[in-house]
């Protein structure tokens, strides 16, 4: 493999067309599954992680959305298939993964990202709310994992960087708990130790598992709160980060060498204080 050309840096180089340089993207030959890229985080990480040379399925139930990402993704050299689906639903969950490995041929990333926000008092608040924070941001999470994780034992016997990665979403709420958050930091921390008990459980044999708990970041996530709860989110916002600040979080935790497993990583606008 030829060296990288003074003052050429590695991201350029690795961005570049082809093999002008002779090197090879970091995830070149693996494959990737991103829940909740239709939008956001996801949308944002399925994008970058082609761009490290990854095959990307992309789920979600907005099937437009992932169609328009798929096509700029194939239509600069990337591979990306469409998964619209309800992962609350575990019967779509499972073939949303089966689907990935049967087209792309293998599982070596699950990024579980999909999930919902919705704040407030917990006297009186809606229960359906809570149910459907349960529903994605827990079990639909689960699911996802569950099926994925023989996928991903195998991708880190055989695969071409023999470590397979599950990065799992939690949140500053995952952390700490606050008064109008009740619900959704308790699926945040569920999500939290489940990622830590399964990281144990894994690492000997490759799988590494990570946690990544963003601040606060401009996507949708917010806009589906009622509108009271979402007049007092909005007149607390202050800075916010992009969603491609967490995208590259992601990428830099998935493209560490075999012996390197970034475990949890904790990510604020610089001026957020809690
Ligand atoms: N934005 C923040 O400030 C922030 C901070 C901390 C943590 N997070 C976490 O980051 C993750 C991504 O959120 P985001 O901020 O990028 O928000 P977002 O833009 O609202 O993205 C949420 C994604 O989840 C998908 N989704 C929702 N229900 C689904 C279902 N039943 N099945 C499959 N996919 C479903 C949505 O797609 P469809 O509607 O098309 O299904 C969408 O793609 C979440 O886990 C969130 O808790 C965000």
């Known amino acids: 493999m030829k060296e990288v050309p003074a003052g050429v840096g590695w991201a350029e180089a690795l961005t570049s067309e082809g093999d002008d340089f002779g090197v090879k993207p970091v995830l070149d030959g693996t494959v990737a599954l991103v ?23 992309l789920a ?3 099937g437009d959305r ?38 792309l041929g293998r599982l070596d990333t699950l990024v579980n990202n999909a999930g919902v926000m919705l704040l407030g008092p917990v006297a009186g608040a809606p229960l359906p709310e809570w149910q459907q924070m349960v529903q994605l941001n827990v079990l639909g999470l689960l699911y996802c994992a569950h099926a994925a994780l023989p996928h991903l034992l195998r991708a880190a016997e ?6 397979a990665d599950m990065v799992n979403i939690s949140s500053v709420a995952g952390r700490a708990a606050r008064n ?25 044999r490759y799988v590494r598992v990570s946690l990544v708990e963003p601040g606060a970041t ?22 916010t980060m992009e969603a491609g600040d967490i995208a590259d979080a992601i990428t830099y935790i998935v493209t560490r060498p075999r012996h390197v497993a970034v475990n949890e990583m904790l990510i604020r606008p610089t001026e957020q204080e809690r």
Do not use: W
């Open 218 to 239: 401009a996507t949708e996530l917010a806009t589906h709160n009622r509108p009271e709860v979402l007049q007092a989110i909005r007149s607390q916002f202050g800075q």
């Open 158 to 163: 055989d695969g071409p960087r023999q470590v």
């Open 66 to 103: 992932l169609e328009a990402l798929a096509a700029s993704i194939t239509g600069q050299g990337g591979t990306a298939l469409v998964l619209e689906c309800d992962i609350t639903d575990q019967q779509q969950a499972a073939t949303a993964v089966q689907r990935t490995v049967a087209e």
């Open 35 to 57: 829940t909740g890229a239709s939008s956001g985080i996801g949308a944002a990480t399925a994008a970058a992680l082609a761009a490290q040379g990854a095959a990307v399925a």
């Open 180 to 204: 109008g958050n009740g619900v959704y930091s308790l699926t945040k921390h569920g999500v939290g130790a489940f990622s830590e008990s399964l990281r144990q459980e894994v690492a000997r």
């Open 60 to 62: 979600a139930r907005r």
